[in-house]
């Protein structure tokens, strides 16, 4: 389990399938690469990521008050229900382990900051997701491929979609349930 994959399938379920199961998308995606490029440079004064198994939070301050700040850095809010389990998640992780924090979504570009308290709306929400994920991960093969506004900027498009492409030779399947099955030497080693 990972915050990551609590991000994803609040996205696309096949998605978090695909990530889950170490099929990884192609890395230099265009905005793969933009949102590395932001987590490494934006508040640079600021003391940097932590690692846990399963969570890697992009900014820690200091302790606020008595909580600790946990910041996660992303490009814009439009997947904000998705940023707010992600973030909900090391929250109560880290509640878990002893340590009382509160949270920030930080949108260097747009110079907004959006606090994430873990309420127990959000606690539920995150409970589910992870109920969700640990479902999805034990299924065999991924869900059906489902053309939703992510796919446009998904670094998994090639894969669900690219045989349906015109010109591709491909016959006009909408749902790719095979998806892998159909991409038989598909792998991360091979760049998706
Ligand atoms: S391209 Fe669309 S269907 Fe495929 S993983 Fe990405 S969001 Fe999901």
Known sequence: MSGTLIWYVAICRRQAWLMGHAIE???EHELLALGRLLQET??????????LPGMKVDLITPRD??????GEVKRSPRMQHAQRLQLGYYLLRLREAGVTARGELRYPEQRVVEPVELTPE????????V???EGLLGEPVPPAAR???????CAYYEFCWIEEEPGS???PVRETRGGVRRRPRASAEEGL
Not at 122 to 129: Q, S, T
Not at 147 to 153: H, K, L
Request: a positive charge; charged letters at 30%.
């Open 42 to 51: 934006a508040y640079p004064r600021q003391r940097k990521e932590l690692s």
């Open 147 to 153: 053309r939703i506004p992510a796919c446009a900027n």
């Open 169 to 171: 030779g491909a016959s």
């Open 65 to 70: 008050g008595d909580a600790l700040l946990i």
């Open 122 to 129: 959000l606690e539920a929400a995150v409970r589910a997701a």
């Open 25 to 27: 998308p192609y890395r």
């Open 131 to 133: 109920r969700e994920v």
